[in-house]
T-cell receptor, first 115, second 117 residues
Framework: DAGVTQSPTHLIKTRGQQVTLRCSPI?????VSWYQQVLGQGPQFIFQ???????GRGNFPDRFSARQFPNYSSELNVNALLLGDSALYLC??????????????FGSGTQLSVL | AQKVTQAQTEISVVEKEDVTLDCVYE???????LFWYKQPPSGELVFLIR??????QNEISGRYSWNFQKSTSSFNFTITASQVVDSAVYFC??????????????FGKGTMLLVSP
């Protein structure tokens, strides 16, 4: 079975632009979480979705938004990009709504560079 | 607030050496979970272990072992007889236990392990 897949793998944008990142969870997993990993730091929680509902949001500005589709795939949108948004964006899936206190399965991430 | 500290930024060892990665955590919760994840150069985080706060038994899995000490709020990870394939960034993480909602992971900054032949 396929693992968590993310697209695109790399992306270059300029300040002020908008970006959409995509994630497909492991088949059968209904929970998707998004994490931002800045170079040299640990991942930081952005959102969690379960059954298409937002279950949690981290300390990120409203420029960040996400949604989950009926097939449990998810998109992360970032508007008005800033240089500080440059990071590896990781998607993780799990089979339960509790999310992080269960084992998470991560994708390889989307490397976003904002110039 | 929860916090995870991995004081070792980078460790370099020669193959077959034993190496211990340190992790110290802070939480006010009485029920919580501790994790170790491995991040190879490909980027995805790979789950290694989960322990809950009520289970202080040490665990061994092949060359990997974990020492959980609640008294010192530490959850250290030892690799015995390290191999080149162990080279990666290792993250310690902490989550709370929310029965009614969701849980999130708080990660440390990671320890980069370089194992040379």
């Amino acid at each position: 079975d396929a693992g968590v897949t993310q697209s695109p793998t790399h992306l270059i944008k300029t300040r002020g632009q908008q970006v959409t990142l995509r994630c497909s969870p492991i088949s059968g997993h209904k929970s998707v979480s998004w994490y931002q990993q800045v170079l040299g730091q640990g991942p930081q929680f952005i959102f969690q979705y379960y059954e298409k509902e937002e279950r949690g949001r981290g300390n990120f500005p409203d420029r960040f938004s996400a949604r989950q589709f009926p097939n449990y795939s998810s998109e992360l949108n970032v508007n008005a990009l800033l240089l500080g948004d440059s990071a590896l964006y990781l998607c993780a899936s799990s089979s339960t709504p509790q999310g992080a206190n269960e084992k998470l399965f991560f994708g390889s991430g989307t490397q976003l560079s904002v110039l | 607030a929860q916090k995870v500290t991995q004081a070792q930024t980078e460790i370099s060892v020669v193959e077959k050496e034993d190496v211990t990665l340190d992790c110290v955590y802070e939480t006010r919760d009485t029920t919580y979970y501790l994790f170790w994840y491995k991040q190879p150069p490909s980027g995805e985080l790979v789950f290694l272990i989960r322990r809950n706060s009520f289970d202080e038994q040490n665990e061994i899995s092949g060359r990997y072992s974990w020492n959980f000490q609640k008294s010192t709020s530490s959850f250290n990870f030892t690799i015995t007889a390290s191999q080149v394939v162990d080279s990666a960034v290792y993250f310690c993480a902490l989550s709370d236990d929310r029965f009614w909602g969701y849980s999130t992971l708080t990660f440390g900054k990671g320890t980069m392990l370089l194992v040379s032949p």
